[in-house]
């Protein structure tokens, strides 16, 4: 794990989500290119797994130069089972952990002024990963390309692609940023070029809890997005 001196902190599973974060939150609060200046440190855990692993979020919570700790994972098949890893490791420490997990995702605090906060790709509730919620941050001008986007994906898995289904969200986002210019770029690239949308609506829950997560103020008020 990087070390760094910034008391907040955000753990994602790859570098995908760590520049997709970074590409969407850059359009809404000041992001310097300096790593070690930007409002949130964002490391990478590696797998849900590895994050999910005994003690890996009690260590990095009990560090005393972190105040605030998000960690981002995918969903995956289920949004509820993640959670419920997540409670098992972290009840001890937030007894007030509600049952459920907050479809705006979860923030809570504890008596000894540590702040822990949970999201779950794409919204908390639905199965899938990060790639379901950049779709959704396709512009509408570009919906007509985008499902020829998805259709090219499935006629190409029906003539021997060897994708795996769990990866047709990723294939068909992947086959659409294929046809941008320039093509092939990262999801990151794309957010920060606004090829990929980071002021449409549904990105509005994502960016309020991470700015309520970091007690950050946005460039431009949040009331501005609706949410979807």
């Not at 797994?49 to 969903?75: H, N, R, V, W």
């Not at 396709?138 to 259709?151: E, G, L």
């Amino acid at each position: 794990m990087a070390k760094s001196d910034n008391p907040k902190r955000l753990i994602v599973e790859g570098q995908d989500d760590l520049y997709s974060v970074v590409g969407l939150m850059q359009h809404h609060i000041d992001w310097p290119s300096d790593r070690n200046a930007s409002p949130v440190f964002i490391d990478i855990g590696h797998s849900v797994d590895e994050i999910l692993a005994q003690d890996y979020i009690t260590t990095l919570i009990k560090d005393p130069t972190i105040s605030a700790l998000g960690i981002m994972l995918d969903a995956d098949e289920h949004a509820a089972s993640r959670y419920s890893s997540f409670k098992h490791h972290c009840s001890r420490l937030f007894p007030k952990l509600p049952k459920d997990l907050p479809t705006q995702g979860l923030i809570i605090d504890n008596d000894d002024e540590k702040r822990i906060g949970l999201w779950v790709m794409p919204d908390n509730v639905s199965s899938g990963a990060l790639e379901v919620f950049l779709q959704y941050l396709v512009p509408d001008a570009s919906a007509a390309i985008w499902q020829h986007a998805v259709q090219s994906a499935s006629d190409a898995r029906d003539k021997g692609a060897q994708y795996r289904d769990c990866h047709r969200d990723k294939a068909n986002l992947y086959t659409w940023l294929a046809w941008q210019d320039e093509p092939g770029q990262s999801p990151g690239r794309a957010l920060t070029r606004k090829i990929l949308d980071p002021s449409s609506p549904n990105a509005a829950l994502f960016i309020k809890w991470f700015m309520e997560l970091y007690s950050l103020q946005p460039s431009l008020p949040l009331h501005r997005m609706q949410t979807p």
